[in-house]
Structures are given as structure tokens and as C-alpha cells.
């Protein structure tokens, strides 16, 4: 079939790009983890990477098929024509060659480690033509289907770029930034110094925690390229094993853990054939991050974020780039016991003035910096999520935010005029993720609600649907279509936390009988910047925990995001405290209700949430009946600078609380059945934290049970592997008798 779009541009998917019919007919009735995690996706199309071109004619975007639901291939459609193809065809254009090790941890960063084929790309400034990096190399993709290779090596090209204009193409290579006119041969531009200095890359840290994956920015017309020098030899070298299925590998990983050394970051400016070379003033102190680098949009400055080790003041510094001398435009203070949230909700715009994200007033919200004055835009006890996009012709600004609703994002429009006229874009029955064109012409909607999958739309500057990108309905052939007679829709509500504070919550129950009691699956995360509980659409997997006969509940605990300064500073210097506390609650609550079990309440948590359970388990022997922890932090001193030192102090300074926050001094309290999860080849958690573990709960004579997965990194993903990851979790809930009536 096609998915039925909108008839404004007549609008219809390609055979190829529709979901396929064999799952269909091959697996109906009850929901299972085998369909989850099979092809084609539950879920309908996943596209990924969606862009308006320059011009705003063609939108583009990778997309999942349907006989591979990890293989992405590049496809356009143009507006006037009304028409989509692939532009891209990864399988036919791609070399098959092995990413580089690099590439491969930038892909974990990015938690995209087990996708396959064209996974980003880029717009030419013109508009003519795409970057498209495949394989370890670039290609040129045009409009009509035609591409050309731009580079043919064994060494990968990481974050590839067009300048500017779209007259160079650069990259980084061996360590070293390389640019090259379009369609000539790149060279390298910044010397060549050994082993552990980088030039245009991300560090460690910037990738894993800032969200920064890049190391060097093009200035307007060319003219000059701003670039950051890394040098690792001050960082800690952390010895890391990626035991896979057929043998071992090691890595002498730099690896920053809490207190230690950070990276050496210096950022120059020069040309673009690498030429009048200055190094910008960061300050006298060395020991800081640099988080952000913007150019002015004529180019006649480079803005630099600086942020302090301690990570409770961001500094803006405005450098001249021809000199590299500084100066301070501002400052932002964290309020006490809380600390600085890095983010990309800030413009640069053509009048010199800053449209700038803040949580001063306690709740974050945009404010416009000008002439050294600071006008608030938004206000109120709600919270801007992302700036969306900015029409400066007509200032207009468009943002989402948590306005109408904490669980539903929306998206809104103001005028910098009259900034207290608010005018909501998206609908209130679904959860709203936009994106917007540079100039602010043309929104991108993604929605979602519990009941439909996500859906993508193009929209005018007033929210008006024009055009459906991916409609989505989940009739006729869709995957999902089989199993929507059964699908479960959840229920919402909130209890106090000890200090009254309210903690919202959402339950998918199955099909009850009624006098039965039924077990939970008591899904969590609890770190900071995660909202878990949403309007949005859970996927697939939630409903086949449904479907086998357990309930599925979610409570976000204080820490968690979108609720303001006053909500997520209780995890200062106190993890592995009030969220465990606040997580209980929910457990309370749960063996209130008659239909639930109060005997068969399990725990599952990934990462934080892997942390998380075991500090249940440790903080409340026989409350929760057993508890899985997948590839979970066990001792904070283990984990990277960055993120732990925002939360957590250093161990020399904040001893006492990394002490109440460790689980390996505790793990003779766990006396509930354990499951251990981790990928062997895990950079992120590395796998000592479970090792250590493992070796804790040994000499304590705790029983415990263990998965490990050979070759796999901190998602364990790929393949059938999830699928094996959730069908061992549930073999070890029964085993344990966590398990429906009869």
C-alpha cells in the first residue's frame, strides 16, 4: 500500500517506502518480543535526519525498509512535482567497508551504533546537491539520483561538512582537519602531532555529555574556520577490553573518570588552506570546557560558550577572529545547589542581538539579549524545551514547551514586538516535536500520541498542515494494524513525594479479570534530563509486556526534567537518594490497588535506570520482588567528568556523598533476585562497573544471575539481540515466579 497524504501537493509514498504486508499475515494476534523487534517496524516508517532544503522545495530524509528495519537509505520529495525518491540507495552505492574505530564510538555517542547505510547527510547552501558520508567515505548525492565520490580510503572521514557557501568540503582524518574545494582533492590543514592530539573533533566528553559532536565551525563566506586542538596526554588511561564473540580486543582508552584530568582544548582560528593560524583567549584558567562556538551570522566574530570545571557559570565570550583576543559579553550563575544545563536554545541574529535559553527565573524560558539589556520573552512555571527556529523578518520566534501541558509538547509562536501574544501551533491530543528551515519560513511537526504512532507534517509559520510527510495511520497493511484490537492505552496520575511535591505517573494495564492480581513491570530511568512519562507513543515493546500479562508503570521522580530548578536540584551531591525514595513511592502506591500483586513488583533499568536498581534493591530488601539492572553505573568514580562532576562534586571534595551514592559498598544489602546485563564491549558504562560488581556480590555470597553480550556496546542492540536481552528478562522474572495468574 501507500500511506495516504495530504492532497495539497498530492502527495503519495513510494512502493518501497510503505510498510510491507508478510508480518501481517504471517504473526497475527498476540503481541510477542520476536514481531517487536522484527522487520518491518511496529512502529511504521522511522524517518530520521528530516530537512527542508535551502530553498525550501524538497524535503529530505533517511527512512528505514521494510526488509531491514536498521539499513537507511536517503530519499527526497519534491514539493512542486509531487513526487518522492531515493536518492540514495545505500545497499548500491555503499562500499561495505568497516567503519573506523573512531566512527564506531561516534555512532555509540550518538546511539545510532547498530544502524546501517546513510545515517546524516547535508544540504548544499544552493541546494543542488547533498554531503552524504557512507561507509567510511562521502559521497556528492544530486537531486535526479546521481551522486559522485568524493573520497575512497580505508581511513574513515569523520564529521564531514560543506563550508559555508558549499565551495569546500572538509573533514577530519587521521587525527587532522582536511579541506578541499568541491570536487578536488582535500589536504590537511592543521599539523600532524602524534597519537593523542585532535584537530576538529569532539573530545570524549563533549560527545558523550554536551552534545557537542564536532570539533571545528565554518564562518560566513568562507572565510575563516574556527578549530579546537585536543591534546588526551593529561587524561587517564583506562584499559578497556571489547570481548567479543571471537576473540578480544583492548583499547588503551583515554578515559576521563570523576576528578581526573580532563583533555587540553585550545581553539584557533585560520583560513581555509590552513594559513594565518591564532589561537583564541579562553581565559587563564586551562581547566575549563569549551561547549559551544558560534559564528556571528556577517562573520565578524566568533562567540565562544566557556563553561567551569565546578559547571555552575557559563561564560559567552565574544572573539575577534583575527586576533583570538576575548572578551566577556556575559555570564549565566547557576542558583545555588543546582548547576549550569548545557543547550542549543540560543540565535545569533543578523541585528546583533541573542535570543537566549535561561533558568534564571527557576523554570527555563527565552529571553533576547541587545545592547547589553536582557528582555524576558517567556515566563511563567513552565518550560521552554527547544527554540524551534527564529523568522527575523518578521520577528517571529518559535519554540516548544510544556505551556498547555507537562506530558504533551507543544509547539508556539511569538512576536518579539509584543512577546507576552503567545499562539500555540500544534495540537493538544498529541505529544509535538518541531524543526524549522534556517529563515523560519516552514515548520517539520513529528507527533505522537499513546494511541498513534508518529506522524510527520509540513506546516506554515501559523501551523498550518500543508502537507503530510508521513501520515502513518495504522489501518489497511500497516505493521500494527494486527494487534491494535488489543492495544492497551494507558492511564495517568500523580502522587505526592515525601515533601507533598507532586509525581506524575502513567500505567498500561492488560486485560483483567476481575478478583486476579496481576505483576508489574516497574520500567525506570530516574537520572536527570529524562521525562519518562508522556502522552507520546511508547512503541511497541510496553504492549507486549501487556500482552504477556503484566502491568507497565513509569513514575518520573524529582531530578527529572521539564519541571524546573526547584524539581531537579534534589540530586546535588545526593544521587542514588531522592529518586530511589520517590520511586518507592510508586511502588507504595502500586500495592494499594487491588488489581496489582504486591509480591510481584519487578524492577528494570538500563544505564541510570540499571543503577537505579540496584539501589532499590539495596535501599529495601523484600519490597520488589526482583530487580534488572542492564549495563548499570556501580561507583561513580568510574564514570567521566563531565556528567558526573554537574551532580556530584569530585570524590577528593564531595567524599561523603559519593560514599551514600556508590552501590559496591552495599552489596550484601541486596537480598531480592538479581539480574546483571552488559554489553562486553561497552565505552561508555564500561564493564567494570559489572565486573566489579560481580566480584562484591561473590565475596558477599549474594546470589545473582548474568547475561553479558559478547562484542556489544552500551545499547546492545542489533540483529535479534533485543529480542533475546527482553525474553531473558522474562525468563528470569518467572523463574522467580513474577508471573501472571492463571
Do not use: C
Not at 586542538?229 to 583499547?251: H, L, N, Q, S, Y
Request: no cysteine; net charge negative; proline share 6%.
Amino acid at each position: 500500500m501507500s500511506f495516504r497524504l495530504a492532497a495539497t501537493f498530492a502527495l503519495a509514498f513510494v512502493p518501497g517506502i510503505a510498510a510491507g504486508q508478510e508480518a501481517s499475515v504471517t504473526d497475527p494476534g498476540k503481541l510477542t518480543f520476536e514481531r517487536v523487534y522484527a522487520s518491518p517496524a511496529l512502529d511504521g516508517p522511522s524517518p530520521r535526519g528530516l530537512k527542508l532544503s535551502p530553498d525550501g522545495r524538497f524535503v529530505t530524509l533517511v527512512r528505514n525498509r521494510e526488509s531491514d528495519r536498521e539499513r537507511y537509505d536517503l530519499w527526497g520529495y519534491d514539493r512542486q512535482g509531487g513526487e518522492w525518491r531515493m536518492l540514495v540507495d545505500s545497499e548500491k552505492l555503499g562500499a561495505g567497508r568497516e567503519l573506523s574505530e573512531a566512527e564506531k564510538m561516534q555512532r555509540e555517542r550518538l546511539r545510532i551504533a547498530n544502524l546501517k547505510g546513510v545515517v546524516d547527510y547535508q544540504w548544499s547552501p544552493d541546494g543542488t546537491v547533498l554531503l552524504v558520508p557512507l561507509d567510511g567515505d562521502l559521497h556528492l548525492a544530486r537531486l535526479d539520483g546521481t551522486s559522485q565520490q568524493l573520497t575512497d580510503t580505508p581511513e574513515g572521514e569523520l564529521n564531514p561538512s560543506l563550508s559555508e557557501t558549499g565551495a569546500f568540503v572538509s573533514f577530519v582524518r587521521d587525527r587532522r582537519l582536511w579541506v578541499g574545494r568541491l570536487g578536488a582533492a582535500p589536504a590537511p590543514v592543521t599539523p600532524e602531532e602524534g597519537e593523542l592530539v585532535t584537530w576538529g573533533e569532539a573530545e570524549f566528553v563533549a560527545q558523550e555529555e554536551m552534545d557537542r559532536h564536532t570539533g571545528y565551525w565554518w564562518a560566513p563566506g568562507d572565510r575563516r574556520i574556527a578549530v579546537a586542538r585536543v591534546d588526551e596526554a593529561p587524561v587517564g588511561v583506562v584499559t578497556r577490553t571489547a570481548i567479543g564473540a571471537t576473540g578480544t580486543r583492548t583499547f588503551e582508552q583515554r578515559y576521563p573518570v570523576a576528578g581526573s584530568a580532563n583533555a587540553d582544548v585550545q581553539l584557533f582560528v585560520l583560513d581555509p588552506d590552513g594559513g594565518n593560524r591564532v589561537k583564541v583567549d579562553l581565559g587563564p584558567n586551562a581547566d575549563i570546557y569549551l561547549a559551544r562556538a558560534d559564528w556571528a551570522p556577517d562573520g565578524s566574530a566568533l562567540y565562544v560558550q566557556r563553561i567551569d570545571r565546578g559547571q555552575t557559570t557559563l561564560d559567552m565570550l565574544k572573539v575577534d577572529p583575527a586576533t583570538g583576543r576575548s572578551e566577556l559579553l556575559f555570564s549565566e550563575k547557576a542558583t545555588e545547589g543546582h548547576w549550569i544545563n548545557l543547550t542549543d536554545n540560543y540565535r545569533f541574529l543578523r541585528d546583533g542581538s541573542l535570543i537566549w535559553w535561561s533558568e534564571r527565573s527557576g523554570y527555563g524560558h527565552l529571553y533576547r539579549f541587545a545592547n547589553g539589556q536582557w528582555t524576558p520573552l517567556t515566563q511563567g512555571e513552565w518550560v521552554v524545551t527547544k527554540l524551534d527556529g527564529v523568522d527575523q523578518s518578521r520577528g517571529r520566534v518559535f519554540f516548544t514547551a510544556t505551556r498547555d501541558d507537562l506530558l504533551a509538547l507543544q509547539g508556539y509562536a511569538l512576536d518579539l514586538r509584543r512577546p507576552e501574544r503567545v499562539e500555540r501551533l500544534t495540537d493538544l491530543a498529541f505529544d509535538n516535536a518541531v524543526q524549522m528551515d534556517r529563515s523560519g519560513q516552514a515548520l517539520i511537526v513529528t507527533r505522537s500520541s499513546d494511541k498513534q504512532p508518529k506522524q510527520v507534517y509540513l506546516a506554515d509559520a501559523a501551523g498550518q498542515r500543508l502537507a503530510w510527510i508521513l501520515e502513518n495511520a495504522v489501518t489497511g497493511d500497516h505493521p500494527y494494524a494486527p494487534y491494535l484490537a488489543g492495544h492497551r492505552s494507558p492511564t495517568y496520575g500523580t502522587i505526592p513525594a515525601e515533601d507533598g511535591t507532586p509525581l506524575h505517573w502513567s500505567m498500561i494495564t492488560p486485560e483483567m479479570e476481575p478478583g486476579k492480581r496481576y505483576p508489574v513491570f516497574f520500567d525506570h530511568y530516574g537520572g536527570p534530563h529524562s521525562r519518562e512519562v508522556s502522552r507520546e507513543w511508547k512503541g511497541a515493546l510496553p504492549q507486549a509486556i501487556v500482552a504477556a500479562g503484566y502491568i507497565y508503570f513509569q513514575i518520573d521522580n524529582r531530578g527529572s526534567d521539564y519541571r524546573g530548578v526547584a524539581f531537579e536540584k534534589p540530586l546535588y551531591r545526593a544521587m542514588g537518594g531522592v529518586e530511589v525514595t520517590d520511586q518507592k513511592r510508586g511502588g507504595e502506591y502500586l500495592k494499594t490497588l487491588p488489581f496489582v500483586d504486591p509480591d510481584k513488583i519487578a524492577l528494570f533499568g538500563w544505564s541510570y535506570g540499571g543503577y537505579m536498581t540496584l539501589k532499590q534493591l539495596q535501599a529495601d530488601p523484600g519490597f520488589y520482588a526482583a530487580g534488572v539492572a542492564v549495563a548499570p553505573v556501580t561507583k561513580w568514580d568510574l564514570y567521566d567528568t563531565f556528567y558526573t562532576e554537574r551532580y556530584m562534586g569530585t570524590p577528593q571534595a564531595d567524599a561523603a556523598a559519593y560514599e551514600t551514592s556508590a552501590v559496591l559498598p552495599y552489596t550484601g544489602r541486596i537480598a531480592d533476585p538479581l539480574l546483571l546485563i552488559h554489553g562486553m564491549a561497552d565505552d561508555n558504562v564500561v564493564f567494570e562497573n559489572t565486573s566489579e560488581l560481580m566480584s562484591r556480590l561473590q565475596a558477599e555470597a549474594v546470589p545473582f544471575e548474568l547475561m553479558l553480550y559478547p562484542g556489544f556496546g552500551h545499547s546492545i542492540s542489533g540483529g535479534r539481540t533485543r529480542e533475546h536481552l527482553y525474553e531473558t528478562a522474562f525468563r528470569f522474572f518467572a523463574s522467580h515466579g513474577v508471573t501472571p495468574p492463571e
